[in-house]
């Protein structure tokens, strides 16, 4: 879960042009963000993961009929009799990665797929599966390698597309006031206003038009209006006694 967490995060605090080490997460906000993986597909994934072994002795407590039982068995054998077939599919889709995008992911999963129904009794005799130890330890090994490489993969295109979506939908999120005793080097798109108050102001200066990303220790990461992934830049201001911040409701799509 940490491992799928920080993925995200990296991927989608990246597109934003920051590193997620540098904002300090801790490991409870990392394995929040992992559940953003936990998608209907993917539960129905689990339980089948789960469910499929155990077929055999669930389909008579369900009443199927013998001869029924027999052809889904048959056709589970020869499944995993075709463990090779899975693998090479997966070699083949990771030579045509650039051409599979975005679901590049399906390559290191039909790997680790064949490599596990190769360990299972029905794609090979319980002698060979028992002759050495390394025959099985390095299949297994190498089927948690390419999984671990799905989660990866999964993990980054889902912070991709969840940081395109929130860039898209900039306005709604929490809108930032900065009120500055001095003036900041802040310039932007038409949507960044900055003000002079006058002398007669403490805090002289006042910058609006700005949308909260994220507040870590006092230090809020900002975005400008309007802000475009390869022009602008991201804001980091320092709450301190020369800045006073701000927060307001950002604007709310129409019902």
């Excluded at 300090?24 to 990392?30: P, R, Y």
């Excluded at 027999?70 to 070699?91: K, M, N, P, Q, T």
């Excluded at 319980?126 to 130890?133: E, H, L, Q, S, W």
Aim: proline letters at 6%.
């Amino acid at each position: 879960m940490l491992f799928a967490g920080f993925v995200h995060s990296s991927v989608y605090y990246g597109y934003f042009h920051l590193e997620s080490s540098a904002i300090g997460f801790d490991s409870v906000e990392l394995a929040l963000r992992s559940l953003r993986l936990v998608t209907f597909p993917v539960l129905i994934t689990l339980a089948l993961a789960v469910v499929l072994p155990r077929l055999p002795e669930l389909l008579p407590m369900l009443g199927v009929p013998a001869h029924l039982i027999h052809h889904i068995l048959r056709a589970g054998r020869a499944v995993a009799r075709a463990y090779l077939a899975f693998v090479a599919a997966g070699i083949v889709l990771m030579l045509l990665w650039r051409y599979i995008h975005p679901f590049v992911w399906t390559a290191p999963l039909l790997v680790a797929c064949g490599l596990v129904l190769g360990q299972t009794s029905a794609a090979a005799p319980a002698p060979t599966r028992r002759g050495r130890p390394w025959t099985r330890v390095l299949p297994v090994a190498g089927a948690a390698l390419f999984l671990m490489w799905v989660v990866a993969l999964a993990a980054g295109q889902l912070g991709r597309q969840d940081a395109e979506r929130d860039a898209e939908r900039i306005e709604q999120r929490v809108a930032v006031l900065i009120h500055s005793t001095e003036q900041l080097s802040i310039t932007g798109p038409a949507g960044l206003k900055a003000e002079d108050l006058g002398e007669g102001f403490h805090y002289r200066y006042r910058y609006s038009g700005l949308r909260l990303l994220v507040e870590r220790d006092h230090r809020y990461y900002l975005l400008p209006l309007g802000w475009n992934h390869n022009t602008d830049p991201t804001y980091v201001i320092d709450d301190d006694e020369s800045i006073r911040v701000e927060l307001r409701p950002g604007t709310q799509p129409r019902q």
